[in-house]
């Protein structure tokens, strides 16, 4: 192995960020001494914000100093693009490992060319349901979002007159932060309105069937959505539903695990399968997880990509699905008995990650940031009456343009 030190020979250290806190540090550093038995050399756990944007911040200010303080960087699905030039390529020393991984995440962490990170685990977002409230009514699981809006109608009008005053048909994240931008892109996507900016660095948001798209959300709003969905999160949405107050959820995987366990009202009661597709279009799950990447200005690189090469790997991913629940970026791991066992949702998981679409963090680069903000703003002010849809839609188109410096990344 690249990273084992040689008989004799002095043992180095290299230093990693796992943004990690309680279990997942945990898992992390149970890795990582893995590692350091394997190989003989030392690894450095190194403590970070919690919140994302801090911890971003944080490496962009070491990076651009060129700081050689962290070897080794668990960076967001969103950041390859905007950390890239600071990255190594690691396209060479994993070689045909990365096609183990996911295509599309690769694609993701694949900046100009070169492979800026290796994939560590994923998130892919699922529609969770109340399966005893499909079975009461004779619903079916809602293939489109026609379907979904016609059943959380259906029960959300029936629960009620039956005494539940406070059900509602569908909870999802609608506050103007990245998780309207996931749920708005699904939307999007799923109707065949594309991605915002094109993987070739066009514009493309200005269009019919995204303006319909938004236009069908924003008709949730006060009939099976609540008001208050403007200003859910992840986790607001899922106190509703895991208190059994709606039918329908869009979350992450890791509400399953939440709403399953021995002190929730919903437990044992739901079902989670791929999120809807639009009319005449396929569904679309937004990208989420973690990679790992390389600083560029580490002292040890090679030493450092070993550790990535191995805390990616199979082994340490199957380990990692089976003691924490992370879902692996290597399909092959989803076929892995004892993890289908551990995990019935990961059936889910495998049929969403066919269905993925890429928010565009790596054609835009360091201006993603500006481009998700322009973008959960303008389905904001849609979903919350302000704009309609295609008026906000060529505002966007506007405002990208501009921003781009000439329509094109």
Same mark, same amino acid.
Request: net charge neutral.
């Given at each position: ?6 008989? @004799? ?12 806190? @309680? ?19 030392? &690894? ?46 690691? @396209? ?19 900046? @100009? ?123 607001? &949405? ?45 569904? &679309? ?29 199979? &082994? ?94």
């Amino acid at each position: 192995m690249a990273g084992t030190a040689p008989s @004799g020979a002095a043992a180095a250290t290299v230093s990693i960020a796992c943004s990690a806190v @309680g279990q997942e540090l945990e898992i992390c550093r149970a890795g990582v001494a893995a590692w350091e038995h394997r190989t003989g050399h030392r &690894a450095r756990l190194v403590s970070t914000p919690n919140s994302a944007s801090e911890r971003l911040a944080l490496f962009q200010q070491l990076l651009a100093a060129r700081a050689p303080d962290i070897d080794v960087l668990q960076i967001d699905v969103v950041w390859p693009g905007i950390l890239g030039s600071h990255l190594l390529d690691l @396209g060479p020393r994993a070689g045909s490992e990365a096609a183990e991984h996911l295509p599309e995440v690769i694609a993701n962490n694949t900046v @100009g060319g070169r492979l800026v990170a290796l994939p560590w685990f994923i998130d892919v977002p699922v529609l969770y349901y109340r399966r005893d409230l499909l079975e009461k009514y004779g619903a079916r699981v809602p293939h489109t979002w026609s379907e979904l809006g016609r059943a959380a109608a259906r029960i959300q009008q029936a629960e009620r007159a039956a005494g539940d005053a406070r059900i509602w048909g569908y909870v999802w994240q609608g506050r103007a932060y990245e998780g309207l931008t996931c749920n708005a892109l699904e939307w999007v996507a799923s109707h065949g309105g594309g991605t915002i900016v094109t993987p070739e660095g066009r514009i493309s948001i200005d269009n019919a069937r995204a303006a319909q798209a938004l236009a069908a959300a924003a008709r949730w709003v006060g009939t099976i959505s609540p008001e208050g969905v403007l200003n859910y999160s992840e986790e607001e &949405a899922r106190g509703v539903f895991q208190s059994g107050h709606a039918v329908f959820m869009r979350n992450w995987p890791y509400a399953w695990v939440l709403a399953q366990g021995p002190d929730s009202p919903v437990r044992g009661r739901i079902g989670a399968a791929p999120l809807p597709a639009g009319e005449g279009g396929a569904a &679309a799950a937004t990208l989420g997880g973690a990679q790992l990447a390389v600083s560029r200005y580490s002292e040890h690189p090679a030493l450092a990509a070993d550790l990535v090469l191995f805390l990616t790997g199979p &082994a340490e991913q199957r380990r990692r699905a089976l003691t924490g629940g992370y879902y692996p970026t290597r399909p092959r791991l989803y076929r892995d008995p004892e993890v289908q066992a551990a995990h019935p949702i990961f059936a889910t998981l495998v049929e969403s990650s066919r269905r993925l679409v890429l928010r565009p963090s790596a054609v835009t680069g360091q201006r993603y940031n500006r481009v998700s903000s322009a973008f959960w703003n303008t389905a904001h002010a849609v979903l919350s009456g302000q704009a309609d849809a295609e008026t906000a839609l060529h505002s966007l188109d506007r405002s990208l343009m501009r921003l781009s410096r000439g329509g094109r990344w």
